[in-house]
């Protein structure tokens, strides 16, 4: 009988039946109250709103909209810039947390705007520190009280266009029905004066570093907050203190030469044209007379290049670092990078030990592909190249999808893999079914609707594993793995050697829509 009730029609349905539509997600937010500040003229990283968004299942946020509450509006406002916290320390703005740009503004609706952020919502959810940078010329006293406005979407499709207000996430969940506003006002005051010396920030050097060589360029951050401008910057060096050079880009430095070997104290200190001083904290470094470092002596490799996103799991790098003699050399300081699309950013340092080895470890709760690097001291990049790691969803234990029940509707051509936990898991096409069972249906159940409304529905059944597909759009064959991990056989040649010269006739269609149910392993090459 069921064998009878497949037929060409009813594959189609299947199909039509099948095509997935986005569901909402549970989207919820935590307002950090405020203090009622007083800002300035050309001040900057002045906080406006602190707000962190949690989701109940994972999402990604797209869109991020603020508004004033005042009449002001962006009168006296140079910009607004949004931060991603990076280390559970609060705000800390410039240079530390991560800056996600400067908002557009619209001004027929009068709202700032961020958009294709693509941002995963982690299970502690993301924190956001929205901050105002004041023009130059004030005028009058103004005031601001940003909030994120109740939802807009003028046409009910999830999608940010303009005029529309709120959070938007890529699910086409849109958040919040009601404004989060905090209930203080921030004051910008008309004065000319500036009371506030610049920020500064090491740039290249920690306390207890350790430096090698007979020199090293030092580095800062510094920029003035206040309409005076950075006019000196001095670093101190075991009590005297020299000049900077500034290098652009907020940077000043200075060639600190003729090293001697102990323990030095650096201090940094920068005034503006108000006579405003910034002392920024003093830190200590271990200076050895070095060995010479030689890079084809040298060694570096990496324990693995998968890794799961559960922040337990780890790769690590292994350096073993040694002198033209091939003697190590101890007390060498390696720093890990990881290069992103804007900047390099050092993640951790470390000093060879006795035997000139280290060890520098990376893991990560967040879903990506990095890459990384080892340098020295001099920047130069251990073994020459970079390594890429994939970070991958901690995989969950297998269904086994060759066990269980078989279920349907009478009437309906969707069929479900019914697990071990009573979850039904619909098979998205016939191709899907045909690689497990071919064209026997003969286990098929058919239940009523009422048995089958008692079993959730969970995520779709892949292909079998060893199974090949590719989608319309993108000219590339996948590998199904266990759980529904995918790999791209790079080349035809790899794809012969392990399902033979007839290859071509294994692999299957897979409408996009339903490529979200893999995850992206390392590619095959």
């Not at 594959?11 to 307002?31: I, K």
């Not at 190590?328 to 951790?348: A, G």
């Amino acid at each position: 009988m069921i064998k009878k009730f497949i037929s060409i029609f009813s594959v189609f349905c299947l199909v039509a039946l099948l095509v997935p539509v986005a569901h909402a997600t549970e989207v919820s937010h935590q307002l950090t109250a405020l203090n009622s500040d007083v800002f300035y003229a050309a001040t900057f990283d002045n906080l406006v709103m602190d707000l962190t968004i949690d989701t109940a299942t994972t999402d990604y946020l797209d869109t991020f909209t603020i508004k004033n509450n005042s009449t002001d509006g962006n009168i006296g406002l140079e910009d607004v810039r949004l931060y991603l916290d990076t280390d559970a320390n609060g705000f800390q703005g410039w240079t530390i947390d991560q800056d996600l740009g400067v908002a557009e503004y619209n001004e027929e609706y009068q709202y700032w705007y961020w958009t294709d952020l693509h941002l995963e919502v982690p299970a502690n959810g993301l924190r956001f520190f929205a901050t105002i940078e004041t023009s130059l010329s004030i005028g009058s006293n103004r005031s601001y009280q940003f909030y994120v406005p109740e939802i807009v979407d003028a046409n009910s499709n999830g999608e940010f266009e303009e005029g529309d207000l709120g959070l938007f996430f890529e699910s086409l969940t849109t958040y919040p029905d009601e404004m989060i506003i905090d209930s203080v006002t921030h004051m910008l005051s008309s004065s000319s004066s500036d009371y506030t010396g610049p920020r500064v920030f090491w740039k290249n050097l920690a306390t207890n570093q350790v430096v090698t060589g007979n020199s090293k360029r030092i580095e800062a951050y510094v920029r003035d907050v206040g309409i005076g401008g950075v006019k000196v910057v001095e670093f101190e060096i075991d009590g005297q203190w020299v000049n900077a050079i500034d290098d652009g880009d907020y940077v000043w430095t200075y060639q600190w030469q003729e090293l001697t070997a102990g323990q030095h104290t650096l201090g940094i200190r920068a005034y503006d044209n108000y006579g405003n001083v910034t002392n920024g904290d003093s830190i200590y470094v271990n200076v050895f007379v070095s060995q010479t470092y030689s890079e084809s002596n040298s060694t570096l490799s990496l324990s693995k290049t998968v890794v799961k996103a559960d922040g337990e799991d780890q790769a690590v790098f292994n350096v073993s670092v040694k002198d033209e003699d091939n003697n190590p050399i101890p007390n060498f300081l390696v720093y890990l990078q990881q290069i992103r699309v804007d900047d390099t950013v050092n993640l951790k340092s470390k000093a060879t030990d006795v035997n000139g080895e280290a060890e520098l470890t990376v893991s990560t709760t967040v879903e990506q592909m990095g890459t990384f690097q080892v340098v020295n001291d001099d920047m130069e990049i251990l073994s020459g190249y970079s390594f890429v790691i994939n970070f991958e969803s901690p995989i969950e234990e297998a269904i086994d999808y060759m066990s269980g029940r078989w279920v349907k509707l009478d009437g309906q051509s969707a069929v479900y893999h019914l697990d071990s936990n009573n979850v039904r898991h619909a098979y998205p096409t016939l191709a899907v079914w045909a690689s497990y069972y071919g064209e026997d249906f003969s286990s098929v159940e058919t239940i009523t609707s009422d048995e089958m409304a008692g079993y959730s529905l969970g995520n779709n059944v892949p292909f079998q594993t060893g199974s090949l597909f590719k989608i319309p759009s993108v000219p590339k064959v996948y590998k199904v793995e266990t759980n529904g991990v995918i790999r791209w056989l790079k080349t035809a040649e790899i794809a012969a050697s392990l399902y033979g010269s007839n290859w071509p006739m294994l692999v299957k269609d897979l409408p996009e829509s339903f490529l979200t149910d893999y995850t992206v392993g390392v590619d095959i090459e």
